[in-house]
């Protein structure tokens, strides 16, 4: 007789085990009150309600969009790590269905000229997970982190490159244009050795060349008073 009464006891341990983790996981314990997107919105907004007299958090769901005639065009997971208190309404963003194509949730504004409309089936997956579970939206967060921190250290050193190379071409700007007022203060130096009119040699090698100047003024040495001779 006791043997009988332990199978018993067994048979309904595994019997009332499922209807725990159907408390647990029931469909019922986060339901979706409203869902917002307008045609021109980048997010839709759903409006989660804690059924339960327990705090919610770490809700995951699945978003089938429908089309008007109620037939499944798309679905989505999603995760969100999020609170809401026993019997209360807490409001959460996912990327908007369809953005580029301006289509609109049927009960939100639509475009102007006319866009698809679309509607949304709610179903819960899963609440009061680890936050170790609960990581998708956080890894999609970090992933977009990483590819700007890319972006900026490949930005950051084109323009460190492209500064490199500026401070060159100025560096080499500077060295021609030292070589050039060189040249021309050499040739006012030879033209008052040599007697001559510094202003006006100045000025012919500023016309001409300060090379052809310089070879011109070794040419014709110094002035000894001939009228006959630039001065």
């Not at 012919?204 to 070794?218: F, K, N, T």
């Amino acid at each position: 007789m006791k043997l009988k009464y332990f199978f018993a006891l067994l048979i309904g341990l595994f019997t009332l085990s499922p209807v725990y983790a159907i408390s647990k996981d029931s469909l019922n314990a986060v339901t979706m009150v409203s869902y917002e997107q307008s045609w021109l919105d980048s997010n839709g907004t759903l409006a989660l309600k804690n059924n339960t007299q327990s705090e919610i958090r770490n809700v995951t769901f699945q978003i089938t969009y429908l089309d008007m005639s109620g037939n499944p065009l798309d679905y989505e997971e999603f995760v969100r790590n999020v609170t809401i208190a026993p019997g209360m309404t807490k409001k959460v963003d996912i990327p908007a269905y369809e953005h580029d194509r301006h289509y609109h949730y049927y009960k939100s504004e639509n475009m102007p000229s006319g866009s698809p409309a679309f509607k949304v089936k709610f179903e819960l997956k899963d609440y009061n997970s680890d936050l170790s579970e609960v990581r998708s939206e956080d890894n999609d967060l970090m992933s977009g982190l990483d590819s700007y921190i890319d972006d900026y250290e490949v930005d950051k050193e084109n323009t460190g490159i492209a500064l490199g190379a500026a401070a060159i071409g100025l560096f080499i700007c500077l060295i021609i244009v030292g070589i050039m007022v060189g040249l021309y203060v050499l040739v006012a130096v030879m033209a008052k050795k040599r007697n001559r009119n510094v202003a006006l040699w100045v000025l012919l090698s500023i016309l001409a060349s300060p090379l052809i100047i310089i070879i011109i003024l070794l040419v014709v040495g110094e002035d000894n008073g001939d009228i006959n001779e630039i001065r």
